[in-house]
């Protein structure tokens, strides 16, 4: 087990998240769901690559699941894109972040299985810096606060549609649905409302593709080569990162408390995937 490696792995995947994040909220002029076309049409180069490379199945085993994969998680992405026009980019991220608990919730009345005492006491603290987040910072704007939360809740059943799929079908199968899916469902729905890309942005909203998959393939290498509590907190430095990133690119500003009841979304989330990976 190369933990030191793993590590390094987890800090480029949260890099390159980092950076699709920062892209995403300078690309806010277009519509979210052009933004969900480029992000996935130029990630396909790289799935359908290593799937003909590799000779997988591109149609996988579990069909209905990895449809329905990929129309939830392709509805999530587009309403997290969505949010960051109304709210700054690392509240946004951080409140993402809330899809374990949902994710836990949906474990529980879905597939029966059994969260501790001490991990609802985790969750309860995550939504504890949620009210401190949105009761004490009145700039923040409602609507996008919903749009993030609902992202979030679809995200969250992303983890039990995974779940259940298991190891029936190749990681890269999984991801090659939820790309074609979202490559057409959202090139068709951004023709109603195009923009045509203009000089750099075209640079940009290709890239999110690239800064994508590699985000993906170098945190799944991550939990590949070492325990999940070693790497999982790692991965929640996305959100400092992007706080910075905000603050420094696009000059949003953070009360004290408004930063604090991220920390302890953050913190009780670092918490539950530590204890989580210990069990």
Not at 44 to 58: V, Y
Not at 77 to 98: C, D, E, N, Q, W
Not at 251 to 279: D, F, H, P, Q, R
Request: charged share 10%; proline share 3%; net charge positive.
């Amino acid at each position: 087990m190369d933990v030191k490696k793993a590590l390094q792995f987890m800090l480029i995947s949260t890099i390159a998240f980092t950076c699709m994040n920062g892209i995403v909220k300078y690309l806010a002029h277009f519509d979210a769901f052009e933004i969900v076309f480029f992000r996935s049409i130029s990630s396909l180069f790289f799935t359908f690559g290593f799937l003909l490379k590799n000779k997988i199945p591109i149609l996988g085993n579990k069909k209905k699941l990895l449809v329905l994969r990929a129309l939830v998680g392709m509805t999530s992405m587009a309403l997290f894109f969505m949010s960051t026009k109304y709210l700054p980019i690392g509240t946004a991220v951080s409140l993402r972040y809330m899809a374990p608990i949902f994710a836990g919730i949906f474990a529980v009345l879905l597939l029966k299985e059994k969260v501790k005492p001490i991990q609802w006491l985790f969750f309860l603290a995550a939504f504890i810096g949620v009210i401190i987040l949105k009761g004490f910072d009145a700039t923040l704007d409602t609507y996008g606060l919903i749009l993030i939360f609902i992202s979030a809740l679809f995200s969250g059943m992303v983890y039990v549609i995974i779940s259940k799929i298991g190891k029936a079908d190749h990681p890269v199968v999984v991801v090659n649905y939820f790309m074609v899916i979202s490559t057409i469902i959202g090139g068709v729905i951004a023709s109603f409302n195009w923009t045509t890309p203009v000089g750099m942005d075209w640079f940009l909203l290709l890239s999110l593709g690239v800064f994508g998959y590699f985000g993906q393939v170098y945190m799944t290498k991550a939990f590949q080569i070492a325990a999940t509590n070693q790497v999982a907190p790692l991965k929640y430095l996305e959100v400092i990162f992007t706080v910075l990133f905000g603050a420094f690119i696009f000059g949003e500003v953070y009360t004290l408390l408004s930063l604090l009841g991220i920390a302890m979304i953050i913190g009780a989330l670092v918490l539950n995937a530590l204890y989580k990976g210990n069990k």
